[in-house]
């Protein structure tokens, strides 16, 4: 009762649809939550391949846990730690947990970089340290530019509550999406001339959706940039622990010690979390790391609206700290996450699908442009909706993340069992081979009509007129493209 009214009873930010969810990014997540697959109970349901989490190494987490009790305040070896742990911590976190995540962020760098734990603040996940970043940096109607394509749902973490904008820095598969100084000046320019105040430039590295790290060369050509206009370098580097294979991973914290000796370092930020890298997304552990101190005060009040539970603090300080551990686990994650890509993108290869080349993250950006009936994004859906309803496997559209070439998908392979990755192999491959016997059969029927236009002619006009008007004779070659219903 009274729903109508929720817009006059409601803020304008609640009762609007800045959070993003009739993207077609959170459509797919629907899909998969009306008829989830399981492998035994429900094997027709929807795959879910839209949702970027590393199962594959939980394993030696849960290894870890057993091993240690203590890490616990919930067990006779940890109880001891209960009352202090229990009880109100300040905003700034305990000092074991962030000593042991700057030691962490460290080690995932490969020791080229330290980091200093009073300037690491906490947040509930990485979609918190975003907007905590926003709500610090810019005012309603600032931009931050952004290389396309980017995670849809920075739509909703930076721009949601703080009414900031995230204008797109076009990239192009031409040359694999790579960032370039000239796209980003343009980006640049063309907000300043629209009377947009930039303040700042956001990147995901490694890439999502690509799977791809940035070079030194171009971080360092942001830092740069940054410095020179005074805009904000924002480095979200979530899936700096899940690189898999060369080229290594190269930190933002890295560039700016070494190769860039003249940054304003008061202007690069770093998000980080342990969702991605460890498959911990329930935890809500993200991190915010600044090298500007008004920024670290700031967050740090910002954060009693976000603080990661001191329980899972105490855990996490203990497990992260296990310094033999954690390389045993980055050696062995990056060896599952090589294994499990090459798998996949090997089984896409065998039906003809490509992907761009990636070293890093848990998902493939999966290239179906020959796929499309016409290259443009509403024939992308059409596509899409096919593979989500008909196919069965929950797939992101290019579209979503703001890609400009319709037909790249992300797809998401790290987050089931092996049986289940088969499957969803199986069915594309049956869809594939579907789409390729339809364009057979259409190849076909062109030509018999070609065949009957090329026959001599009897009956003078009369006949030629028939020939010409029948609807066999003006069929032409079409996409395989099923369209959906």
């Known amino acids: 009762m009274g729903g109508a009214n929720n817009g006059e009873l409601l803020s304008r930010i609640a009762a609007g649809d800045g959070h993003g969810e009739n993207s077609s990014y959170f459509e797919g997540w629907k899909a998969y939550d009306m008829n989830p697959f399981d492998l035994h109970h429900n094997p027709d349901g929807v795959i879910q391949m839209g949702l970027a ?80 970043l926003a709500f610090c940096l810019a005012d309603p109607g600032d931009a931050y530019l952004v290389p396309t394509p ?28 790579a960032l370039t100084r000239e796209a980003l000046v343009a980006a640049y320019d063309g907000a300043r001339s629209q009377g947009i105040r930039v303040k700042g430039i956001l990147v995901t590295n490694p890439s999502n959706p690509l799977g791809t790290t940035m070079g030194r060369g171009t971080l360092a050509m942001l830092a740069e940039f940054a410095t020179e206009h005074r805009v904000h370098l924002i480095c979200d580097e979530i899936y700096a622990g899940s690189v898999f294979t060369k080229p290594d991973f190269v930190s933002i ?15 690069i930020h770093i998000a980080y979390s342990l969702s991605k890298d460890f498959g911990l997304p329930g935890f809500r552990v993200g991190v915010i790391y600044s090298y500007n101190d008004a920024v670290v005060a700031c967050a740090r009040k910002m954060s009693s609206f976000g603080l990661v539970s001191s329980q899972t603090q105490y855990f996490l300080a203990r497990m992260l700290s296990d310094s033999e551990f954690m390389a045993r686990f980055l050696a062995e994650s990056a060896r599952r996450l090589a294994a499990r890509h090459e798998r996949f993108t090997s089984g896409l290869r065998d039906v003809g699908i490509s992907c761009l080349p990636g070293n890093a993250g848990l998902f493939s950006w999966m290239d179906l442009r020959s796929m499309l009936r016409d290259k443009t994004p509403e024939a992308e859906l059409e596509l899409w909706r096919v593979i989500v309803h008909k196919v069965k496997l929950n797939v992101s559209p290019g579209t979503s993340f703001h890609c400009g070439e319709p037909g790249w998908f992300r797809v998401c392979h790290a987050n089931m069992d092996d049986a289940t990755m088969e499957i969803a192999l199986d069915r594309i491959r049956s869809f594939v081979q579907q789409q390729e016997h339809k364009a057979k059969a259409k190849r076909s029927w062109a030509a018999r009509g070609s065949l009957r236009l090329s026959l001599p002619r009897r009956g003078g006009a009369a006949a030629s007129h028939l020939a010409l008007s029948s609807p066999l004779a003006l069929m032409s070659p079409q996409s395989p493209m099923v369209h959906a219903s």
């Open 53 to 132: 989490e590393n199962q594959l190494s939980l394993d030696l987490i849960e290894e870890w846990s057993i091993k240690h009790p203590e890490a616990s305040i919930c067990t006779a070896q940890g109880a001891s730690q209960f009352r202090r742990i229990a009880n109100f911590q300040d905003y700034h976190g305990l000092p074991e947990f962030r000593e042991a995540m700057a030691k962490f962020m460290g080690q995932v760098r490969g020791g080229k970089v330290t980091f200093d734990p009073d300037r690491v603040v906490m947040s509930g996940g990485a979609t918190g340290a975003q907007d905590t």
């Open 253 to 267: 914290a890295e560039v700016v010690e070494r190769d860039v000796p003249g940054c304003d370092r008061d202007l």
């Open 150 to 177: 980017y995670y849809p749902a920075f739509d909703r973490d930076c721009c949601w509550r703080s009414g900031i904008k995230l204008l797109p820095i076009e990239c192009h598969s031409s040359n694999n999406f």
